[in-house]
């Protein structure tokens, strides 16, 4: 994927949003939030990813002459504002929720203070690399919840819709828990494990599958993983795997890292078969790895059934997130700047309650439980609003306020989430690698209680309103009702 080609990765009626701000010399400063409204897959929780793609983009935005040119020929833009756009540049700021954050809905994952051409020029692809890997990481993490500490591969390149959704795809995996990915171009881009055994077309292609299996373990002793579900799993590919295993130790080259694939059937009854088997064999420390359009709700069943298994390969599920295909984050407007430099807030409004936007100028802090560690819940807030934590705090459902929580001061310590990543144009934020990432990440679901992880009905982690910002969206609702 070529960088510059990303400029004109947008929705048309951004441009002509744009040529119609330009025209009528309408360009002040305003603020737009990135945010979602639920959790994907009824999750308790999301994991952000994505600000890496959207830096390199930003940096990277401009108009080349043919871009220009594709423009002109569309016969809708005039010849100003095309001028206007071969001279490009993104001069605004961006704070963004750093990768990795566990994070929930209504609360800002990125926001952007820019002049409004430029605000809204940036919102497509925003929206499109932060959703997908948003996605993808959260997909992951239950996923990896899943399997209880077992190794998670992301197996899923082939499946996915596309080159950069595998790609892509594959890094967020990386962020959300995975241990390795089969993606090569992803292990290269971003300094992650690739891992993989062989196809069913590696045993097909011998003479027989004990050779097929000899073979492969002779070219790669130090990790062989051979898959035994060719012709049949117990009567002939388990005992072949056993006899290479054996061989190769009784000729005093032991297979240094090696195990067993089991890619069709029913894994709990193969796996716990096989199990036996090896175990007899004397190769009590043989892995047994498991693939087959595996997802969180089967692996959490195969555990239940005890498999003996003790890796995973999954691909599909995971990399298409399948059972929820999109992360339905949006791009809103919450503020115009006067002409005196201040933010006058703006609101969104619906018949739902749930779509009715925050306005203003935020920034949002996590609060945590001093005695566990654990978060307590977020808050959104006006970004100049400060607090101090030795007061007690009362926390209020913004829908339904009479449901109000105090803290104690000096029972809690808060957080703030969003982080500078932009100034007037200017990269200040350096990403971390992948593998740091993830580390990040694995810390970060362990702020999080048991109850908001589990799979099935988690607990919801409340997401409040400042008092002040509270105050500010009611009195607008009630000047909106009153124009009605």
Not at 120 to 146: D, G, P, W, Y
Request: with cysteine.
């Amino acid at each position: 994927m070529n960088r510059q080609d990303l400029t004109l990765l947008t929705d048309l009626y951004e441009l002509t949003m744009m040529q119609g701000y330009y025209e009528e010399r309408q360009n002040e400063t305003v603020i737009f939030d990135v945010f979602f409204r639920a959790n994907p897959c009824k999750n308790g929780y999301s994991v952000c990813a994505g600000l890496a793609q959207v830096i390199d983009y930003i940096k990277n935005l401009n108009f080349t002459y043919e871009d220009v040119d594709y423009l002109r020929n569309l016969h809708i833009f005039n010849e100003d504002f095309l001028q206007y756009l071969s001279g490009f540049h993104f001069s605004g700021d961006i704070y963004a929720i750093p990768e990795g954050t566990v994070v929930f809905p209504k609360e800002p994952l990125l926001k952007v203070i820019a002049p409004i051409m430029e605000a809204q020029l940036v919102e497509t692809a925003i929206l499109n690399i932060i959703n997908h890997q948003s996605l993808i990481a959260t997909k992951t993490s239950r996923i990896v919840f899943a399997a209880d500490g077992d190794g998670i591969m992301e197996f899923g390149l082939r499946r996915a819709q596309g080159p950069d959704a595998g790609l892509y795809g594959a890094r967020a995996a990386m962020i959300g828990g995975c241990v390795g990915t089969s993606n090569v171009l992803a292990g290269r881009l971003f300094d992650v494990p690739v891992m993989g055994t062989h196809a069913h077309s590696w045993i097909m292609s011998f003479k027989d599958e004990y050779t097929a299996f000899k073979t492969y373990a002779q070219m790669y002793p130090e990790n062989c993983t051979l898959l035994v579900d060719t012709y049949d799993t117990l009567k002939s590919g388990v005992p072949n795997a056993i006899r290479i295993f054996r061989e190769f130790k009784e000729e005093g080259h032991p297979l240094k890292k090696f195990g067993i694939r089991l890619d069709s059937g029913d894994l709990a009854y193969l796996s716990k078969e096989a199990r036996k088997m090896l175990d007899e064999a004397g190769f009590p420390e043989a892995s047994i790895c498991a693939s087959n359009d595996l997802d969180e709700y089967l692996l959490h069943d195969l555990k239940m059934q005890k498999a003996a298994i003790n890796s995973w390969g999954v691909g599909t599920n995971l990399i298409t997130s399948k059972d929820c295909p999109s992360f339905g984050g949006v791009y809103k407007l919450a503020a115009i700047q006067n002409e005196n430099g201040e933010f006058i807030p703006k609101i969104k409004l619906s018949e739902n309650s749930e779509k009715i936007t925050n306005p203003g100028n935020k920034t949002i802090y996590r609060i945590y439980d001093n005695e566990t560690g654990k978060i307590k819940g977020d808050l959104i807030c006006f970004a100049d609003e400060t607090f101090d934590t030795s007061n007690d705090l009362l926390l209020f459902d913004p829908i339904e306020t009479w449901k109000k929580t105090k803290l104690a001061g000096g029972s809690y310590r808060m957080r703030e989430l969003l982080v500078p990543v932009f100034r007037k144009g200017e990269c200040t934020y350096t990403s971390p690698s992948v593998k740091e990432i993830a580390a990040y990440c694995k810390k970060e679901k362990e702020t999080l209680w048991e109850e908001t992880k589990r799979l099935f009905y988690p607990h919801k982690v409340y997401v409040d309103l400042s008092q002040n910002l509270y105050d500010v969206k009611k009195s607008l609702l009630d000047e909106m009702s009153k124009t009605e």
